[in-house]
């Protein structure tokens, strides 16, 4: 089962939460599973100070008594835990199916240590079969798509309970269509090259390990060389 294979992996990456770290708490199901052990931890007695990824992985957070602080007020994350939707053999990720990929990015950015957690659909040999979510500012979006369409992708804005889908930044997600993507460096460059996007699901370079759960119950750790 998926979820099982999710719910390894985030307690995996849990265990090297220690007293006295800020971690960055990710978002998604994989990361929901991560957070709700941390909130075990923290019951047991970790002491630890959490920024969140998402107002989604906030509440949860708050639910659970983890101190959540504002990310004005730290320095540095010592570790985040995440999920991808999809991961290479690099750890380059697509990152943003739940639409956090902007604070995510900050977050991790800003993190000594990324771990990534995923189930074992999540690993690819080459990105691009996920579609690429792209967070776009809604003034003159239009616009913005089309330069996104002519870099090669069919961009397609991405909706939810039948109206477009808002970001917790207050911008879209246009999901985008490469296939398989040959240079991400230079895709990355690209989009960072277009007015109207803010930010970018490729996470190149940033992930220290990846800890994918299998159904059979077995884990395996990836450790990035970089
Ligand atoms: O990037 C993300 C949210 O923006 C998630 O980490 C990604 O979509 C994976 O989610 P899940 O663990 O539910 O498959």
């Known amino acids: 089962m998926q979820v099982e294979s999710k719910r390894l992996a985030a307690v ?10 800020v971690v ?5 199901s994989t990361a929901y599973y991560a957070i709700v052990e941390i909130g075990r931890r923290v019951a047991e007695g970790l002491r630890i100070r959490a920024v969140a990824t998402s107002v989604q992985s906030e509440e949860l957070a ?3 008594h983890i101190p959540i602080v504002p990310f004005a007020e730290v320095e540095t994350i010592d ?3 995440d999920g991808a939707d999809e991961a290479d053999g690099a750890l380059h990720l697509i990152k943003g199916g739940g639409g956090a990929l902007l ?6 950015a800003s993190s000594k ?7 074992a659909s999540k690993t690819v040999v080459r990105l691009g079969r996920f579609p ?5 500012v809604p003034f003159a979006h239009e616009l913005t798509l089309r330069k996104l369409a002519a870099l090669g992708c069919e961009p397609v804005i991405r909706q939810k309970d039948g109206t477009q889908f808002r970001t917790d930044n207050g911008n879209l997600i246009v999901d985008c269509h490469f296939g398989a993507i040959h240079d991400v460096e230079g895709l990355g460059l690209s989009l960072h090259g277009i007015p109207g996007v803010v930010e970018h699901g490729l996470f190149i370079g940033m ?3 990846l800890i994918v759960g299998h159904e059979d119950g077995s884990i395996r750790v990836l450790t990035s060389t970089r």
Do not use: Q
């Open 12 to 21: 995996e990456a849990v265990k090297e939460i220690k007293d006295g770290m």
């Open 24 to 28: 960055g708490l990710g978002t998604g």
């Open 62 to 64: 708050v639910s659970l």
């Open 79 to 81: 570790v985040t835990i």
């Open 103 to 108: 604070r995510e990015k900050i977050v991790a």
């Open 113 to 119: 240590r990324l771990i990534i957690v995923a189930d």
């Open 132 to 136: 690429l979510p792209v967070e776009v």
């Open 207 to 209: 992930a220290d390990k």
